[in-house]
């Protein structure tokens, strides 16, 4: 289904979660971020960063640390709680909150009882009216005590961080979780009410196999997973230090996991699933992101493909990014000065890219590229980018119509290295991001 054009591979891309990518961040002017904050209004989402893991495995490139470190989780906290009160006053009265996002790191590697404090918390310092909310989760910290408290908060997607059910892949990466695990974690979730229900998976793992990879889906398909996020290891031990445990020797080479991709999509494709995008998957019959899909609607930000439309979402916690249409700004990384800054009122975010005309611009065809397959360029891009778009023209991965950029379902595994074509920031950029599959 899918040619194999490994010259066309061969540049590592950004996944364009945001547009300028956070490879173009540096210091922004003192106060735009408060001054975004003070003019926002209307519908808003909420990120929450919880940076930390009960265990921390090998392959992660998250921000994130281990929880064991009790005393430092509870000053994290207490610094996000100062920072919720920062920003809501800011904020003011203006916006409705109409979606939360509990990210990281697991937020379940805090307590039930301080998650709920958190969501108090919130839900007393914005505007939040009749929520969505969502959680990201580590099956291995997954409790009957935390599925009541996911019950009483009201929560209704979930994704678990399943990555494979091969025992000799969780040993190579650091993440080894049972399967009667995972179908606990399922039966307490479905229980607690959650409807949409996540498992993120990868491929390019070392010493997995195909056989190996079409199990896991399969098992994820018998646990009726809702959505199926199918993502290829990224090995870059360069930007990640914790990944130097794992064997590179062992890892499949670009072939084999160009295979694994197709495998992955057509598996999907044809057991019940509908493609999202390159490799984002889910149940036509009630998930809404399959019906964002279907409808044109569908949008990416820093969580991936996602169904929600409003216009600014703004990240709490260490690292966590706001979005708003003419600032991207992302809040200190490092825990410590966070916690110092945060909790003495200040803003954190520092780091970021005020988002030029041209910028928006070219978010929105790079956004409508990897969400629909399609966008219409204007006339100074299309010129700009027609002769590198060529290679890709003439082996049928793309069309050019006049103005009318498409990708076909046989390029798909092409489409980030496309949508690079149209960001004249990767001409500039040294920064070495991951494989296009």
Known sequence: MWPYHPDLLATPVPRYTSYPTAAEFGEVPPGVYRDALERTSGDISLYVHIPFCEKICYYCGCNTGAAGRRHRLESYLAALHKEIDTVAGLVGGKTRVKRVAFGGGSPNAISPEEFEQLVEALTTAFAIEDPVWSIELDPRGMTDKWARTIGRVGIQRASLGVQTFALHCQQAIGRVQSEDLIVHTVDR?????????????????????????????????????????????????????????????????????????????????????TPVGFDHFARPGGDPIAHAAMEGKLHRNFQGFTDDDAPVLIGLGSSSISSFPDLLVQNEKNSGRYRMMASQGQLTAKHGVLRSADDRLRGQLIEKLLCHGHARLPANIRAEIAPRLCPFTVRGLASLDGDDLTIPTRGLPYARTIAALIDPYRAQSERRFSSAI
């Open 189 to 273: 979730l479905r229980g607690a009410g959650v409807s949409s229900l996540n498992f993120d998976l990868m491929y390019g793992l070392p010493g997995q196999t195909r056989e190996d990879l079409v199990d896991s889906l399969q098992r994820t398909r018998v646990l009726g997973a809702d959505r199926v996020a199918l993502f290829g290891y990224a090995h870059v031990p360069h930007i990640v230090p914790r990944q130097k445990v794992i064997d590179a020797s062992a890892l499949p080479d670009q072939e084999e996991r160009f295979a694994m991709a197709e495998l992955g999509y057509i598996y999907l494709a044809t057991h019940g699933y």
